[in-house]
């Protein structure tokens, strides 16, 4: 680790603890969310020249054309997943392995697709220096999830697809819950509860994510 990341690991809890009030200030008040987001140092899941900016409440880039989300946006995501106490989550969008390494401070098993091979593989090193063993990483297209997993009492999707895709809903075991952004121009924060047959879809709130992408895998 250089001495610039060391320096900001060493301030970085009290930062820490300024964002959690600021989510607490905007409605998050899942506090077991809150101490384990306390607990994840954000800023080694981005690069060196964007690390001092790991506290702010606002998405940074991590390249390839995805983000690091904004921190309010994984508190909210991770709450809603969470109120229906899931044990087995698909995680669509690996990323910066950071909302990863979030649900797997929380739940059993965390399984988690990810179609661009260098994001997977730079996460797949944070997950390792943090001492996460309880995710299983994927290289693949997430528009089809991960059948052979199935099916998961929680699905997290970290990009917006244009509708839910029908292959994620049949992976949701019956009470499971689906937390997705959803739309292409606007956007809405959705939970799918699986009913039996039925899905049960409540918008949360509007949201600004990079677009789920399928087919091509990188």
Do not use: C
Request: aromatic share 4%; proline share 6%.
């Amino acid at each position: 680790m250089s001495s610039e990341l060391q320096g900001i690991g060493m301030t970085s809890r009290r930062t820490r603890m300024r964002l959690i009030h600021r989510l607490r200030e905007h409605g998050i008040d899942n506090e077991q969310v809150l101490d384990v987001m306390a607990d994840v140092p954000r800023h080694i899941f981005l690069d060196e020249a964007l690390a001092h900016r790991a506290y702010e409440d606002t998405a940074l880039p991590i390249g390839h054309g995805q983000t690091l989300s904004q921190p309010y946006i994984v508190a909210r995501m991770t709450s809603a997943l969470m109120a229906h106490n899931p044990s087995r989550v698909l995680e669509l969008g690996t990323g910066s392995g950071y909302q990863t390494a979030i649900l797997a401070r929380l739940v059993d098993e965390v399984f988690s697709v990810e179609r661009i091979k260098p994001l997977q593989d730079r996460a797949r090193d944070r997950l390792r220096t943090l001492g996460v063993r309880n995710v299983v990483l994927r290289h693949a297209d997430g528009g089809i999830g991960w059948p052979e997993k199935g099916p998961f009492d929680g699905i997290i999707v970290t990009a917006a697809p244009k509708v839910l895709p029908a292959e994620l809903l049949s992976q949701l075991a019956d009470g499971g819950v689906l937390i997705a952004p959803v739309g292409e121009t606007t956007q809405m924060l959705v939970q799918t509860v699986r009913q039996g047959d039925e899905f049960v879809q409540t918008e949360l709130e509007p949201v600004r994510f990079v677009p789920l992408l399928g087919g091509v895998v990188r």
